[in-house]
Nanobody, 123 residues
Framework: QVQLVESGGGSVQAGGSLRLSCAASGRTFGGYVMGWSRQAPGKEREFVAGISWSGGSTYYADSVKGRFTISRDNVKNTSYLQMNSLKPEETAAYYC????????????????WGQGTQVTVST
C-alpha cells in the first residue's frame, strides 16, 4: 500500500501560479509511477499529468501542456505539480496518484489516490 498526502492547494487569481506537493509513504520502494488528476464540481475526474519512476518520461493532458510541469524527488518520496497561467475553469480538487504499473502513467488509471487538495482560481 502507498499512502499519498497532497499539499499546496489554495486560492489564486486567473493567470497566477500554484505548486502542489504530494508526499508518499508506506510501500515506496520500487518503480512506481506518479500522477495528478483533478475533479471539478459536477464534472468527471480527469487525468492531468503523469511521471515515470526515473522522471525521464512525463505525460500531460492536452489542456495543460506548456503550463503545468510534473516532477518528482525519489529521495523525498515526493512529487510536485507546478501550475502556471491558471484558468478559472481549472478550479477543482486535485488528487495525487500512484501505481506500480507503468501503463497508468498514460492511461490515468491509478490504484492509489490521495485525499485531494482544493485549487480555486478566481477571475
Amino acid at each position: 500500500q502507498v499512502q499519498l498526502v497532497e499539499s499546496g492547494g489554495g486560492s489564486v487569481q486567473a493567470g497566477g501560479s500554484l505548486r502542489l506537493s504530494c508526499a508518499a509513504s508506506g510501500r515506496t520502494f520500487g518503480g512506481y509511477v506518479m500522477g495528478w488528476s483533478r475533479q471539478a464540481p459536477g464534472k468527471e475526474r480527469e487525468f492531468v499529468a503523469g511521471i515515470s519512476w526515473s522522471g525521464g518520461s512525463t505525460y500531460y493532458a492536452d489542456s495543460v501542456k506548456g503550463r503545468f510541469t510534473i516532477s518528482r524527488d525519489n529521495v523525498k518520496n515526493t512529487s510536485y505539480l507546478q501550475m502556471n497561467s491558471l484558468k478559472p475553469e481549472e478550479t477543482a480538487a486535485y488528487y495525487c496518484t500512484a501505481d506500480y504499473s507503468t501503463s497508468a502513467m498514460r492511461s490515468g488509471v491509478y490504484n492509489y489516490w490521495g485525499q485531494g487538495t482544493q485549487v480555486t482560481v478566481s477571475t
